[in-house]
């Protein structure tokens, strides 16, 4: 399986863009790059994913790059609530969806202060 | 309201007494998965299923069981557990059709701790 590589922790202020960086330079043709996250005492919850375009959804964007070695999570307006762990996982899209267990790595915990 | 449903969320036992986890979804998912989360090494998978009646180990299977009789249901079973087993344990579901997102879907979690 294609690694990540994620900072362990970052620091951010509240109401200011916070841009979490991920390394897959294994990653290969067919994985989907997918982002996590766990907010304390709770399960993860999915929060975007993308193949080759960037991605807009209503919690984060997801920007990656052409050659598809790395990827970064952008939250255009951190909350006290987005403290979170952030995981940046790889997903064999070649499964169909019906395998392509993902495999979480260490993550990033992310700290905002107000 | 899709959910993921876990049982016991907290529990202490003894070594060797055996236990169960309950896990249960209402989206009709056909994967299932266990997960365990421990500090330092993140979230390692135990057991997924990717139907009723097929299960397969993950990355940590040792000390564990599952079964799958029934879709909505993918119960983790501790035959003798031990102290190493205490952790905290996810279950989670996807969606395994033609289009689908690989979305997975976790529950809030079980504390175990064996003494």
């Known amino acids: 399986d294609a690694k990540t590589t994620q900072p362990n922790s970052m620091e951010s202020n509240e109401e200011e863009p916070v841009h979490l960086p991920c390394n897959h330079s294994?990653?290969?043709?067919?994985?989907?790059i997918h982002w996590y996250r766990q907010l304390p005492s709770q399960g993860p919850e999915y929060v975007i994913h993308g193949l080759t375009s960037n991605v807009n959804n209503r919690m984060a964007s997801l920007a990656i790059a052409e050659d598809r070695k790395s990827s970064t999570l952008i939250l255009h307006r951190a909350t006290l609530r987005d403290a979170a762990v952030y995981y940046c996982?790889?997903?064999?899209?070649?499964?169909?969806?019906?395998?392509?267990?993902?495999?979480f790595g260490k993550g990033t915990k992310l700290s905002v202060k107000p | 309201e899709a959910q993921v449903t876990q049982n016991p969320r907290y529990l202490i036992t003894v070594t060797g007494k055996k236990l169960t986890v309950t896990c249960s979804q209402n989206m009709n998912h056909e994967y299932m998965s266990w997960y365990r989360q421990d500090p330092g090494l993140g979230l390692r998978q135990i057991y997924y299923?990717?139907?009723?009646?097929?299960?397969d180990k993950g990355d940590v299977p040792e000390g564990y069981k599952v079964s799958r009789k029934e879709k909505r249901n993918f119960p983790l079973i501790l035959e003798s557990p031990s102290p190493n087993q205490t952790s905290l344990y996810f279950c989670a579901t996807k969606n395994t059709g033609l289009v689908n997102t690989g979305e997975l879907f976790f529950g809030e979690g079980s504390r175990l701790t064996v003494l």
């Open positions: 299923s990717m139907n009723v009646e097929v299960t």
């Open positions: 294994t990653i290969s043709g067919t994985d989907y």
């Open positions: 996982i790889l997903r064999d899209s070649n499964y169909g969806g019906s395998q392509g267990n993902l495999i």
